[in-house]
């Protein structure tokens, strides 16, 4: 069974930064590709960004284009999420989740098979 530990989370100001990290605890981390979602409250769970095994390809949802990154070190096991000029609308519970596959093949959350979790961000305005 895969296991997956978010870290990072916390209150900040619009317009500050957090890094998100996701440590997974199998050898096989970087067969596969690895994602980040987040839900608030009253909403269904939405995505955010992934990336493939190897760090070579990347999604971002559009509301975060620009500002966020994803970005991975298969030799620690870890997948990371850079957030940059955080606003309310970022506030949520965010999760990282594994794929069963290599490649981004789609960015719904049924088809990533293990998840953490989660890590609250909370942005005050």
């Known amino acids: 069974q895969v296991q997956l530990v978010e870290s990072g989370g916390g209150l900040v100001q619009a317009g500050d930064s957090l890094r998100l990290s996701c440590a997974a605890s199998?050898?096989?981390?970087?067969?596969?590709?690895m994602a980040w979602f987040r839900q608030a409250p009253g909403k269904e769970r939405e995505f955010v960004a992934a990336?493939?095994?190897?760090?070579?390809?990347?999604s971002y949802t559009d509301s975060v284009k620009g500002r966020f990154t994803i970005s991975r070190d298969n030799a620690k096991n870890t997948v990371y999420l850079q957030m940059n000029s955080l606003n309310s609308e970022d506030t949520a519970a965010y999760y990282c989740?594994?794929?069963?596959?290599?490649?981004?093949?789609?960015?719904?959350?049924?088809?990533?098979?293990?998840w953490g979790q989660g890590t609250q961000v909370t942005v005050s305005s």
């Open positions: 989740a594994q794929a069963e596959s290599g490649n981004i093949v789609r960015t719904i959350s049924a088809a990533w098979k293990y």
């Open positions: 199998e050898r096989t981390f970087s067969w596969y590709a």
């Open positions: 990336i493939n095994y190897s760090g070579g390809s990347t």
